[in-house]
């Protein structure tokens, strides 16, 4: 399994896991909040079952988690990014109510099974499930889990839409005064992107972009990468310290992005016949981080490190390299055994800097 793959992997498994977890203690709290409103009635239900009720409220949790969530990550997120919303709320809803037939119908069976002491074949049992789907609770669940998953639709998409991490770090105000960070820079640049805007004209080139980027993504993401901008037909992408020199990861992640374009080959050859190729340039450093703006609020990175990432990543060309990073990066990394192997390219003076950068490719 490629590093590209076991990530992607980890990634989805991770997202699953969470889903999961949250839905079994939702449900479990759905249990409770049902159990304690009967006792503080002082109903009289002797049938009532506290155990087996929560036992099956903790089976459906996990059960619509694993599937339904699995659904969401695998499916859904992936209709809400390439399909128009009103097509993938309607397949989203209309493959909600049949997950929720499905886990409403073996969580009844195991219920009723328990509660009888039939086994799951008996048509007696069958009939008893059957009969919940007529009633004002299944009708009042239906609603209270279609809330539950899109809220979690929303939650993945807000975080689609900042960037991992980031819009909790709103929420908690880090960002509300300006700090001192140490980050990773990575200014990813689509190879010959004016022959390419020439050739394919306006509308077919924005597709093109936009299907480039959307297939660069998942592999920056992976590699624990934030997308900072999206400038043109160019993605700056950042790294916390830690996250970026784990695994290379500010590294990885080039390769990464051009084995998950390379994989698309036939499909942009045939929409497009053209293959995206992208250069890079990553650099190390200190920038201030804060929230910018009042319309359209963001966190801003200012320093160095930007600037000198960028040329650096303007030296791709004339060097005839893909990927370049300074050797304040290389100092940083502690490179995994029989993985990359840097190679100096020399002391360069970069446009409008003081001091030659020591410059190494792969």
């Not at 087996?52 to 903790?58: G, I, K, N, P």
């Not at 060097?319 to 990073?325: A, E």
Request: aromatic fraction near 16%.
């Amino acid at each position: 399994m490629d590093n590209f793959t076991y990530n992607k992997f980890q990634s989805e498994a991770l997202k699953i896991f969470w889903i999961t977890a949250g839905w079994t203690v939702i449900s479990v709290f759905q249990f409770y909040n049902v159990y304690f409103t009967i006792l503080d009635l002082n109903l009289d239900l002797p049938e009532v079952n506290a155990k087996l009720l929560l036992q099956t409220s903790v089976l459906s949790g996990v059960l619509a988690g694993i599937f339904g969530g699995s659904t969401v990550v695998l499916l859904w997120e992936e209709w809400l990014r390439n399909k128009t919303y009103g097509w993938a709320l309607f397949s989203i809803f209309l493959s909600f109510t049949m997950l929720f037939v499905a886990v409403s119908f073996v969580s009844g069976l195991f219920l009723h099974s328990n509660k009888t002491g039939l086994t799951i074949f008996v048509p007696e049992v069958w009939a008893m499930v059957a009969g919940h789907f007529s009633e004002l609770s299944t009708l009042q669940n239906y609603f209270f889990w279609l809330f539950i998953v899109l809220s979690t639709l929303l939650v993945l998409q807000v975080n689609d839409k900042y960037g991992p991490g980031t819009f909790t770090a709103f929420l908690m105000g880090k960002y509300f005064r300006p700090k001192r960070e140490e980050r990773i820079f990575m200014f990813l640049d689509l190879r010959s992107s004016t022959t390419i805007a020439e050739k394919l004209g306006e509308e077919l080139y924005f597709r093109f972009i936009k299907d480039v980027f959307q297939h660069a993504t998942p592999a920056i993401l992976y590699a624990k990468g934030e997308i900072y901008q999206y400038v043109g037909d160019e993605i700056v992408i950042s790294w916390k310290i830690d996250n970026g020199l784990e695994n290379a990861n500010c590294l990885r992640c080039f390769f990464d992005v051009q084995l998950a374009l390379r994989r698309k080959t036939d499909y942009y050859k045939e929409t497009y016949g053209i293959l995206p190729e992208f250069k890079a340039g990553v650099h190390y450093g200190y920038v201030m981080a804060g929230e910018v703006g009042v319309v359209k609020r963001d966190i801003a990175y200012s320093g160095d490190v930007l600037n000198t990432a960028a040329r650096i990543q303007s030296k791709c060309n004339d060097l005839g390299v893909n990927i370049l990073f300074s050797k304040f990066l290389l100092d940083k990394l502690a490179l995994p055994p029989h993985s990359f192997e840097p190679k100096k390219i020399g002391d360069l003076l970069l446009r409008g800097k003081q001091e030659k950068v020591v410059l190494y490719t792969i």
